[in-house]
């Protein structure tokens, strides 16, 4: 259970529409893993069908999803809002993670795997 930036798109393997994490990381990923792994992923529960809604996506418990730099426009745009709502501060951490990840991807042009 991991986010993973892609730093760039070139060379790369793909399960349907996700990139694989290429052998050589060095300079092509950053990956955020999960810590807490069930624990991390659990805080995602409540917001997973606002997620996949306003980004277009199919993200699950348990399951992996790309977000190209057009969906990390609209998972930033969430973030941003969610983080304005009481929140408790590991879920803070891990949203902020991903809003750095996604703002990232956003000028490279590339994308953020989300896998939970």
């Not at 793909?14 to 950053?30: A, F, M, Q, S, T």
């Not at 995602?44 to 277009?56: A, G, P, S």
């Not at 730099?69 to 949203?95: G, H, T």
């Amino acid at each position: 259970m991991e986010f993973v930036l892609f730093l760039d798109l070139d060379n790369l393997d793909y399960y349907g529409d996700i990139p694989e994490i290429p052998k050589n990381r060095d300079g092509r990923v950053e990956v955020f893993p999960l810590n807490n792994q069930w624990e991390d992923a659990d805080l995602f529960l409540d917001d997973l069908d606002e997620i996949d809604r306003r980004c277009d996506a199919l993200l699950g418990y348990g399951d992996v999803d790309f977000f190209n730099s057009e969906k990390c426009v609209k998972l930033k745009a969430w973030i941003d809002e969610r983080l304005q709502k009481p929140i408790i501060e590991r879920y803070r951490e891990l949203l902020e993670v991903l809003r750095s990840f996604c703002e990232r991807a956003i000028v490279l042009q590339t994308g953020v795997v989300i896998d939970l």
